[in-house]
Each structure stands twice: as C-alpha cells, then as structure tokens.
C-alpha cells in the first residue's frame, strides 16, 4: 500500500478549511461581528508571534532567506488585521452609543 504525499495531505486539510471559512463566516448575523471580530484579532496576535519568530531565525540557528521574508510579510498582514479589526470594531460600537 502506498503512503499518502504529505503535500496533498495538507493541500486537502487547507482547501477544507478555507470552505468551511467561507460558511461559518457568511452564516453569522450582524449582531455577532464584533465578537468574531475580536477572536480574529487574538488569532493574528498569535501569527505575530510567529512572524516574530520567523524572522528572527537567524538569531537562533542562521535560517534562509525566504524565512525572513515570508516572516515580515506575515508579520505585516497580521498587524494590518489586527489594526482593521480594531478600527471596524469601533466603528460598530459607535453605531450603538446615543446621539446627544
């Protein structure tokens, strides 16, 4: 019996999450935004830890070039999430406060 390419494993499992992405956030209400908005920006704080880490490999073992690259660009996306999230959050809890 032949063994599973692990390539095609994880190709499966990230085509897999990106439609079951796709369905629980286009089934949420309104109401609930906010509060997925807030566990957005927690799991792109954990990316910056990682991003963090990943370009400062050379510091740990003398990784390669392409380490440090995709770690600065997820390191900036991450950090764009995050900011947006928390200005798209503000911008519904002021929807929410009353008018003078």
Not at 31 to 45: D, F, G
Not at 84 to 99: D, E, S
Request: no cysteine; hydrophobic share 60%.
């Amino acid at each position: 019996m032949e063994a599973i390419d692990p390539f095609f494993f994880r190709l499966s499992i990230f085509v897999l999450a990106i439609f079951v992405g796709y369905f629980v956030v286009w089934s949420v209400t309104p109401a609930l935004h906010t509060p997925l908005m807030s566990v957005t920006n927690a799991i792109s704080s954990v990316i910056v830890v990682g991003a963090l880490l990943a370009v400062g490999v050379q510091l740990i073992d003398g990784g390669s070039w392409a380490s440090k690259v995709f770690g600065f660009l997820a390191l900036i996306l991450a950090s764009v999430n995050i900011f947006g999230g928390f200005l798209v959050t503000q911008r519904m809890l002021a929807m929410y406060k009353k008018k003078g």
